[in-house]
């Protein structure tokens, strides 16, 4: 079955304590993302990944980190959560075509309720 | 900054009356517009977009239009079901960056 998975799906930690919440997908898409949602706020794109090491910010990415070292994996890192990072976050991925000139549709994860005490 | 505006946040309507959402966004090389539905408790999923070189698209009872003179789109709903309730949301992104930027989010509510 095509899907994007996320891990943890809830998590509760304390400030400080260093976490990361994996994301993997089988349908071999290029494109890969992180959002926050908030109440009021929407979506929230905190980085993205265009392919293989290739990575950049999105809108809120201050205190988070990525890696993408193989295609269907994109974790993201908390070094020390804080928080104002108490959050839903979502993982999604799509192709994307090289010169960007067709986009596909995102596929979303379930999501990761994290709560930072 | 890039900003997507969306209105109204909270939409009820009667089954079988059309519902309509609107979003303005900054950046006028935006290019690429979808609308999520996110009903409670489940992740966004793609229900319609349209790319800046088409004015409107449509599918059974869902539209799409785009005026990219006033750079606003909006998400045109018909003979509403309470199916339909849920969350919608409106993005933006531009050919060559692959950053999206989302609206905030329109609650809509279909009243039996």
């Known amino acids: 079955e095509a899907q994007v998975t996320q891990n943890p799906r809830y998590l509760i930690t304390v400030t400080g304590k260093k976490l990361t919440v994996t994301c993997s997908q089988n349908?071999?898409?290029?494109?890969m993302s992180w959002y926050r949602q908030d109440p009021g706020l929407g979506l929230r794109q905190i980085y993205y990944s265009m392919n293989v090491e290739v990575t950049d910010k999105g809108d809120v990415p201050e205190g988070y980190k990525v890696s993408r070292k193989e295609k269907r994996n994109f974790p993201l890192i908390l070094e020390s959560p804080s928080p104002n990072q108490t959050s839903l976050y979502f993982c999604?991925?799509?192709?994307?075509?090289?010169?960007?000139?067709?986009?596909?549709?995102?596929?979303f994860g379930p999501g990761t309720r994290l709560t930072v005490l | 900054g890039e900003n997507v505006e969306q209105h109204p946040s909270t939409l009820s309507v009667q089954e079988g009356d059309s519902a309509v959402i609107k979003c303005t966004y900054s950046?006028?090389?935006?290019?690429?517009f979808p609308w999520y539905k996110q009903e409670l408790g489940k992740r966004p999923q793609l229900i319609i977009d349209i790319r800046s070189n088409v004015g409107e698209k449509k599918d059974q009872r869902i539209a799409v239009t785009l005026n990219k003179t006033a750079k606003h789109f909006s998400l045109h709903i018909t003979e509403t079901q309470p199916e339909d309730s849920a969350v919608y949301f409106c993005?933006?992104?531009?050919?060559?960056?692959?950053?999206?930027?989302f609206g905030t989010g329109t609650r809509l509510k279909v009243l039996a």
């Open positions: 950046d006028s090389a935006s290019n690429y």
């Open positions: 993005a933006a992104t531009t050919s060559g960056t692959y950053k999206y930027i």
């Open positions: 999604a991925s799509s192709f994307s075509i090289a010169g960007g000139s067709s986009y596909n549709e995102q596929f």
């Open positions: 349908m071999n898409h290029e494109y």
